[in-house]
């Protein structure tokens, strides 16, 4: 296999993209290579370097712990619990959020053999007993899986004394939030409801 194909190969392995759409995007880069191709691969070269996972709250970030975590402005009285980084990207862009979160990996599924210990379920109970944490946001995506792992989550956290709500109007069942506009999203953060 030539370099071409190997590179329309790989881009084709990104979500969203195809053979051809990554057919289209390897022409474009390889007839600018200087304004495209090359920054681009110093911008892969430095990702691949610099950005790491936040011992936190799961995001992704060039430092650890993570800008969010480490922003002072920040409400530590209440955890947004999202999915997957994309949710907390997707939050994050609509500005709306101003306390902390939590990224657990993916949801609960045993048809997958996903179960607890697979997820930051343990991590997120050990924060939610911090004596400043007072409200968690169940900001799971409303599909099956991230209802299951909702309830599993309310379910471990019974008993602690920590408000447990869900996102409120705005979401359709088996919406994901990384698909959401921001206005959407700020109106279901806004109008979070208790969750169970």
């Known amino acids: 296999m030539n370099e071409i194909e190997s590179l329309i190969q790989s881009l084709a392995r990104l979500p969203g993209l195809g053979p051809r759409s990554a057919r289209r995007a390897v022409l474009s880069m390889l007839q600018r290579r200087e304004t495209v191709l090359d920054p681009l691969i110093r911008a892969l070269v430095a990702a691949r370097d610099g950005v790491r996972t936040c011992s936190r709250c799961g995001n992704l970030d060039t430092t650890d712990p993570c800008a969010i975590c480490t922003d002072p402005r920040r409400d530590d009285s209440v955890i947004c619990v999202v999915e997957d980084v994309a949710d ?13 979160y939590h990224v657990l990996g993916g949801t609960l599924s045993a048809l997958d053999g996903v179960g607890p210990d697979d997820l930051a379920i343990p991590a997120l109970v050990e924060r939610a007993r911090a004596p400043e944490v007072r409200e968690l946001i169940l900001a799971t995506n409303a599909t099956v899986e991230g209802q299951t792992t909702a309830h599993y989550i309310a379910d471990r956290l019974a008993g602690t004394g920590v408000t447990l709500s869900g996102l409120g109007l705005g979401v359709p069942m088996g919406g994901e939030l990384d698909y959401l506009d921001d206005g959407t999203l ?5 109008a979070r409801r208790p969750f169970g």
Request: hydrophobic share 45%; proline share 0%.
């Open 88 to 100: 907390l990207w997707a939050l994050e862009r609509g500005g709306s959020f101003r306390g902390r």
């Open 186 to 190: 700020g109106a279901a953060l806004r």
